[in-house]
Structures are given as C-alpha cells and as structure tokens.
C-alpha cells in the first residue's frame, strides 16, 4: 500500500507518453510551437511498463494514460496490452481530444482499455475551432462514437472559457445526457502555458447556466477520491464538476503522475518532481521504488488555486503531464 506524507493512500497512477499534442488549446498550449521531445529523451514502453508494474504491485489499482495526446504515440495500443495482460482487472483508462479515435477506438478496447475521457468543449463548429485553433468538431464526435461503438465507458471532459464556449455548458450538457456520457466541467486552472486573459467559469457559475433549464438539481455525496462534485437532475441524470479552487478534494487525493521523460509528480499544481528515468533503463527497481516513496513522502497538502492572488499561478505545463 501506497502512503504519502498526510497519511492519504495513493492507488491512482496517471501515466503521460509524450508531451506532443494536434490541438491549441486556449486554456493549456495555444502559443507552443509545434514540435516534440526527442525521442531518446522518452521512456520506451518497456521502461514505463517496469515502472507501471512496480506500481501496481504497491497498490496502484487504476492507471490512466494521457499526454499530450496519447493517441500520437505510435503502438500505444500493445502498451496498454502490456498494462492488461499484467494485471487483467486493473482499471485501465485513457485521456484522449477524441481527434484520432475514428481508427483507434476498437484496438484500444481490443488491447484492455475499459475507460476513456474525451474532451469536447463546444457543439459549436466555429466555437470547438477557435478553442483547438484548427477544425476539429466533426471528427472529434465520430471519435466519441467510435468509442461508444466499441463498448468503451465514456466521460466528456469540458472546459468552459469566458467569452467563448460559457454559453455552451446546456448544449454540452444536453447532448451527453442524450447520449448516456457523464459529462464534467473543470474550472479553468490558470497557468502560465494558457492564453493571456483567459477566465474560467466557477462552478457557481457552471450551475446558473444549467440552472437556466434545469431549475432542480440536488448534490449528490461526494466520492472523496473523486475530484468532480457531482450533481443530480430530477430525472436522475448526473453531471459533474471540478472545482481545484475549492481544493476540498486535496484532502482525499489519491493520485501520482510519470510523464513521458521519466519525471513522477506528487501535484499536479507544483512543479516539484523526481526523475526515475535512470533508475528503470538500469533495471534498478529498487531504487525506482524509492523514489516512489520519497515522492509521496513530499506530496503536499493542496494545490493554490485556492489562493486569492493573482500572482498564484501553476507555472506547471499541463501538455507534459495530462491535466
């Protein structure tokens, strides 16, 4: 069993394999170049895997893959095999833009994947093109069916910006409660890597919205290990939403993140990591399972977007650890 420092059990693995994205994304990397990490600077499959293993057999019981987009790293469908065919009952997700699941949906279901996040920000064409900063809309939804088809279990992720897609929250909301998806909707968390100006809907704010149609809609007993308050319709339906600037799911977070280079990261807020890159490509587990634990051991109490200070902002680059 995994322990960090504030006696909080960590059994959620949250895995980046590159950094690389085909999206612009106002609220995380609209001005990076497009370019990529060498690929001699990344852990192989192989090595994240050793890693992975270490890791389950402490007491991780869900690994999630992200990115970047995860889908642009080539065989990602035999890495996820290799998660499967280890531990067949782990709870085996992954956090896609839904771009490039047309063509991949069923091998990853195929391979082990159980669970997948999509983001979808707008139904808008215009709106959804503007946030990505190319056109994406019309493929993004035949990737969300694509997963559907495939039997995959689907949560929309939304980021609703002011000025851009804050109108948007009912027609999201709708289309997933037609669908059957859970749908989320994160507050912005402001970071030196977004668009200058961006703001952010409240969660105060995300529910006038949905209050403009639905004017019923009790709070569902949070999940402590979940980082969305989730909130039910009279109908029964539930949607969620991610609040970090309450921070008030700090205090039961579960999670550590390996990005693509080898870096593990207690928060996702801070910049704060260690590097088990040396340590895997060495085959010294040992040594990789301490720093593990001396991760944990350093994980902090909360994150600061609680903080009412405008120069508190995550220097953290989202792009390189999956959000």
Same mark, same amino acid.
């Given at each position: !069993?995994?322990?960090?420092?504030?006696?909080?059990?960590?059994?959620?693995?949250?895995?980046?394999?590159?950094?690389?994205?085909?999206?612009?994304?106002?609220?995380?990397?609209?001005?990076?170049?497009?370019?990529?990490?060498? $690929?001699?600077?990344?852990?192989?499959?192989?090595?994240?895997?050793?890693?992975?293993?270490?890791?389950? &057999?402490?007491?991780?019981?869900?690994?999630?893959?992200?990115? @970047?987009? /995860?889908?642009?790293?080539?065989?990602?469908?035999?890495?996820?095999? !290799?998660?499967?065919?280890?531990?067949?009952?782990?709870?085996?997700?992954?956090?896609?833009?839904?771009?490039?699941? /047309?063509?991949?949906?069923? #091998?990853?279901? &195929?391979? @082990?994947?159980?669970?997948?996040?999509?983001?979808?920000?707008?139904?808008?064409?215009?709106?959804?093109?503007?946030?990505?900063? $190319?056109? =994406?809309?019309?493929?993004?939804? +035949? @990737?969300?069916?694509?997963?559907?088809?495939?039997?995959?279990?689907?949560?929309?992720?939304?980021?609703?910006? #002011?000025?851009?897609? %804050?109108? *948007?929250?009912?027609?999201?909301? *709708?289309?997933?409660?037609?669908? @059957?998806?859970?749908?989320?909707?994160?507050?912005?968390?402001?970071?030196?890597?977004?668009?200058?100006?961006?703001?952010?809907?409240?969660?105060?704010?995300?529910?006038?919205?949905?209050?403009?149609?639905?004017?019923?809609?009790?709070?569902?007993?949070? *999940?402590?290990?979940?980082?969305?308050?989730?909130? +039910?319709?009279?109908?029964?339906?539930?949607?969620?939403?991610?609040?970090?600037?309450?921070? %008030?799911?700090?205090?039961?977070?579960?999670?550590?993140?390996?990005?693509?280079?080898?870096?593990?990261?207690?928060?996702?807020?801070?910049?704060?990591? !260690?590097?088990?890159? %040396?340590?895997?490509?060495?085959?010294?587990? %040992?040594?990789?399972?301490?720093?593990?634990?001396?991760?944990?051991?350093?994980?902090?109490?909360?994150? $600061?977007?609680? =903080? +009412? &200070?405008?120069?508190? =902002?995550?220097?953290?680059?989202?792009?390189?650890?999956?959000?």
């Amino acid at each position: !069993m995994l322990i960090d420092g504030f006696g909080r059990k960590v059994d959620y693995l949250r895995v980046s394999v590159t950094e690389r994205c085909n999206f612009r994304c106002q609220y995380c990397m609209p001005e990076k170049p497009f370019s990529w990490v060498p $690929k001699e600077n990344l852990l192989s499959y192989e090595d994240l895997f050793k890693f992975i293993k270490v890791a389950i &057999d402490e007491g991780i019981k869900k690994v999630r893959i992200t990115g @970047g987009e /995860p889908l642009l790293r080539e065989g990602l469908d035999e890495f996820i095999k !290799m998660v499967y065919d280890y531990k067949n009952d782990i709870d085996l997700a992954l956090t896609t833009n839904g771009f490039l699941l /047309p063509k991949a949906a069923q #091998k990853l279901k &195929d391979a @082990g994947l159980k669970r997948i996040n999509i983001s979808l920000d707008s139904l808008n064409p215009a709106t959804a093109s503007k946030i990505a900063q $190319k056109n =994406v809309l019309e493929t993004v939804l +035949k @990737g969300i069916q694509a997963a559907d088809d495939a039997g995959l279990k689907i949560k929309i992720n939304c980021v609703p910006i #002011k000025g851009i897609n %804050d109108e *948007d929250v009912l027609e999201v909301l *709708d289309f997933c409660k037609e669908k @059957g998806y859970t749908v989320r909707f994160i507050e912005f968390m402001e970071n030196h890597h977004a668009k200058d100006g961006a703001k952010g809907l409240n969660s105060d704010e995300i529910k006038q919205r949905v209050s403009k149609k639905y004017e019923n809609f009790e709070i569902v007993p949070r *999940d402590t290990s979940s980082p969305a308050q989730y909130y +039910k319709l009279e109908d029964g339906y539930e949607f969620g939403i991610i609040e970090p600037h309450k921070d %008030d799911f700090c205090s039961a977070c579960n999670r550590i993140r390996l990005t693509a280079e080898g870096y593990l990261i207690p928060c996702l807020y801070f910049e704060d990591a !260690m590097s088990i890159k %040396d340590a895997v490509r060495a085959n010294k587990i %040992d040594e990789a399972t301490a720093i593990l634990k001396k991760v944990l051991e350093d994980k902090p109490e909360k994150n $600061k977007w609680s =903080v +009412k &200070d405008d120069n508190e =902002v995550s220097s953290r680059a989202f792009y390189q650890t999956g959000g």
